[in-house]
């Protein structure tokens, strides 16, 4: 579960997070929309534990970001837009150096990095160094690497970014998995067909705020339009 109250963040004199407050319970496949610069990534961050808020709180799993956050960490998988690899390991070695990090017995670890990287179609490239493959097979490597502990958590930004149409299949597949399997799920996307595709709930933030969230049938049935292109414009168009 994630539990995220009143959160602000604050950068001089933006404010890019302003009171965001939202609940994505257990199971639950949530995807966050929103144009560029509307918080969706600081509001990760913060989540993740790479920021600090302003003021407000994050909880994952009932652990407060701010005062536990190695238990809410624990339970967390992140996988950001732009994925940080020790380009010197091969993956086999970072998803290692990941395992040991989340306190992995090594059985589970081989185990679990070998199950989701045969998924991914990564066997021929687990001996090579990280700093040899191309973008979309690091951000696989990434992926793999995030989920192999089995975290209760699972938040991805812009995950499909660099991935080709057979390992975006794979994700989503996985993802609606874990979800169906009681793991909260929590997307940030530019695709509104992942989110129409995927979505239990869909949010859309605008200008740092929680602007909607429910359902595709509930945002249809609010905006008055069976298209999530037109409610997604409408809500975040200046003047519209």
């Known amino acids: 579960m994630i539990e995220i109250e ?8 933006l404010r890019a997070v302003d009171g965001v407050s939202l609940t994505v319970p257990t199971g639950q496949f949530f995807v966050i929309l929103g144009p560029n610069a509307a918080g969706k990534t600081t509001t990760i961050k913060v989540m993740a534990g790479l920021m600090k808020p302003t003021s407000g709180s994050v909880r994952i799993c009932g652990f407060d970001g701010g005062t536990h956050p190695l238990e809410a960490r624990r339970r967390l998988a992140y996988v950001p837009d732009f994925p940080f690899l020790y380009d010197k390991l091969t993956p086999a070695e970072f998803f290692r150096f990941n395992g040991k990090l989340f306190g992995m017995e090594d059985a589970a670890m081989e185990a679990e990095a070998g199950r989701l990287a045969k998924r991914f179609n990564l066997g021929e490239f687990l001996a090579k160094p990280i700093e040899s493959l191309s973008h979309g ?21 812009e995950p499909m970014v660099g991935l080709d149409p057979q390992h975006a299949r794979v994700l989503k597949d996985i993802l609606r998995e874990q979800a169906d399997a009681g793991v909260t799920v929590f997307v940030s996307t530019h695709q509104l067909s992942v989110a129409e595709e995927m979505a239990d709930r869909i949010g859309i933030m605008h200008q740092g705020r929680l602007v909607a969230v429910g359902s595709h049938a509930e945002l249809q049935a609010a905006n008055r339009d069976n298209r999530l292109e037109s409610i997604f414009l409408s809500l975040t168009n200046d003047g519209a």
């Open 6 to 13: 009143r959160l602000t963040k604050q950068f001089g004199d």
């Open 137 to 157: 097979t690091k951000q696989r490597v990434a992926i793999v690497s995030a989920l192999m502990h089995s975290p209760e958590v699972v938040v991805l930004d």
